[in-house]
């Protein structure tokens, strides 16, 4: 049985299929695709059509065979949150989700799909559960569900991006510390605070790959497609074109070091028997030079790039083609998709 992690951007596509085995998952094959100039507006019929056009081609030009896809759902798109209730049996919190969840999302409930999931943290309070709600607009769900399978794909689940990412990054129920989880998308950076495997803390930074871009492109007057190639070339080492590209860069970074370590100092002032260990960057921006090197020197913790390799079974694919390795960090969200069928 095979199963394919689909991450829909606002600008591409990123798909990794795998094999679902007894001890591991394998993976079969992978692929990315970026639409220049074009931003996915869900709300836009026209638009929903070219992008499901877009990623029917990008299926059969990578050659992707299941059509069987789990899904993602944008951060801005759901609403994630984690609430403490008393201990109780499950029929009864059942009921309790079911009738009493209106007072932590902010729209009607008959308008939504709700699910939670049980955290069994060692978190403070122990007389209370920790219970994880995820809830997202029926009407938005469809619209995602109708670009899936006019690509030909059959959606078997869908998935905010803070869920899939955790999976495939944010440790496990042995985990001693918690971990801050980062993806530089294209026009958000979304900030997951995960603990032995659960989404404890959701942020969504409106700045990402498209506002490094812009903002270089004006500082340096370059056109949009040169200021991408000197982000992705120079980045944020000092060293290169005189040190142009890190002036213009390093202020936007700065603004999104300050809020990580907001979030930092929120879950620990509120759980401070739980110490963050670990900082993870994910994302196609990750991979922009200088960019660990920045971070590392503006935390305390250890600061790594994704990789969501380490989940999957890798004998089945040539592991030397296509950078396949230093691309990594494109992939935590469509792996951690494709882990949810194990």
Same mark, same amino acid.
């Given at each position: 049985?095979?199963?394919? #992690?689909?991450?829909?951007?606002?600008?591409?596509?990123?798909?990794?299929?795998?094999?679902?085995?007894?001890?591991?998952?394998?993976? *079969?094959?992978?692929?990315?695709?970026?639409?220049?100039?074009?931003?996915?507006?869900?709300?836009?019929?026209?638009?929903?059509?070219?992008?499901?056009?877009?990623?029917?081609?990008?299926?059969?030009?990578?050659?992707?065979?299941?059509?069987?896809?789990?899904?993602?759902?944008?951060?801005?798109?759901?609403?994630?949150?984690?609430?403490?209730?008393?201990?109780?049996?499950?029929?009864?919190?059942?009921?309790?989700?079911?009738?009493?969840?209106?007072?932590?999302?902010?729209?009607?409930?008959?308008?939504?799909?709700? #699910?939670?999931?049980?955290?069994?943290?060692?978190?403070?309070?122990?007389?209370?559960?920790?219970?994880?709600?995820?809830?997202?607009?029926?009407?938005?769900?469809?619209?995602?569900?109708?670009?899936?399978?006019?690509?030909?794909?059959?959606?078997?689940?869908?998935?905010?991006?803070?869920?899939?990412?955790? !999976?495939? +990054?944010? #440790?496990?129920?042995?985990?001693?510390?918690?971990?801050?989880?980062?993806?530089?998308?294209?026009?958000?950076?979304?900030?997951?605070?995960?603990?032995?495997?659960?989404?404890? +803390?959701?942020?969504?930074?409106? *700045?990402?790959?498209?506002?490094?871009?812009?903002?270089?492109?004006?500082?340096?007057?370059?056109?949009?497609? !040169?200021?991408?190639?000197?982000?992705?070339?120079?980045?944020?080492?000092?060293?290169?074109?005189?040190?142009?590209?890190?002036?213009?860069?390093?202020?936007?970074?700065? !603004?999104?070091?300050?809020?990580?370590?907001?979030?930092?100092?929120?879950?620990?002032?509120?759980?401070?028997?739980?110490?963050?260990?670990?900082?993870?960057?994910? #994302?196609?921006?990750?991979?922009?030079?200088?960019?660990?090197?920045?971070?590392?020197?503006?935390?305390?913790?250890?600061?790594?790039?994704?990789?969501?390799?380490?989940?999957?079974?890798?004998?089945?694919?040539?592991?030397?083609?296509?950078?396949?390795?230093?691309?990594?960090?494109?992939?935590?969200?469509?792996?951690?998709?494709?882990?949810?069928?194990?």
């Amino acid at each position: 049985m095979s199963a394919l #992690g689909l991450h829909l951007k606002t600008n591409g596509f990123s798909a990794v299929e795998v094999e679902k085995k007894k001890s591991k998952n394998s993976l *079969l094959n992978w692929g990315s695709h970026e639409m220049p100039n074009f931003t996915l507006d869900i709300e836009n019929e026209e638009n929903r059509t070219h992008y499901s056009r877009e990623l029917k081609k990008f299926l059969f030009d990578f050659n992707f065979e299941s059509t069987d896809a789990i899904v993602s759902l944008p951060q801005d798109q759901v609403f994630v949150r984690t609430i403490k209730v008393p201990h109780m049996s499950k029929k009864d919190l059942d009921n309790f989700i079911k009738y009493e969840s209106e007072q932590y999302i902010p729209l009607p409930l008959e308008e939504v799909t709700l #699910g939670y999931a049980v955290m069994n943290l060692d978190l403070e309070d122990q007389d209370k559960t920790s219970v994880l709600l995820v809830a997202a607009k029926k009407t938005v769900s469809q619209k995602y569900i109708q670009i899936v399978k006019e690509a030909g794909l059959t959606p078997r689940a869908l998935e905010p991006e803070s869920l899939s990412m955790t !999976r495939a +990054l944010g #440790g496990d129920m042995h985990a001693t510390g918690a971990e801050l989880v980062i993806e530089i998308g294209p026009k958000e950076t979304l900030i997951v605070l995960a603990y032995k495997g659960f989404v404890i +803390l959701t942020r969504t930074i409106p *700045l990402g790959d498209l506002t490094l871009t812009k903002s270089l492109a004006q500082k340096m007057d370059l056109d949009m497609t !040169r200021a991408k190639e000197y982000k992705n070339s120079y980045g944020l080492d000092k060293s290169k074109v005189e040190g142009k590209v890190y002036e213009a860069l390093h202020p936007l970074f700065d !603004r999104l070091i300050s809020e990580i370590k907001k979030s930092k100092v929120f879950f620990t002032t509120h759980n401070p028997n739980v110490r963050i260990n670990k900082i993870v960057v994910s #994302g196609e921006t990750a991979l922009m030079p200088g960019l660990l090197l920045y971070m590392v020197n503006n935390f305390d913790v250890e600061v790594e790039l994704a990789n969501p390799w380490t989940n999957l079974n890798l004998d089945s694919v040539d592991t030397s083609k296509d950078d396949f390795h230093r691309k990594g960090p494109i992939y935590a969200v469509p792996v951690g998709l494709a882990m949810k069928v194990s």
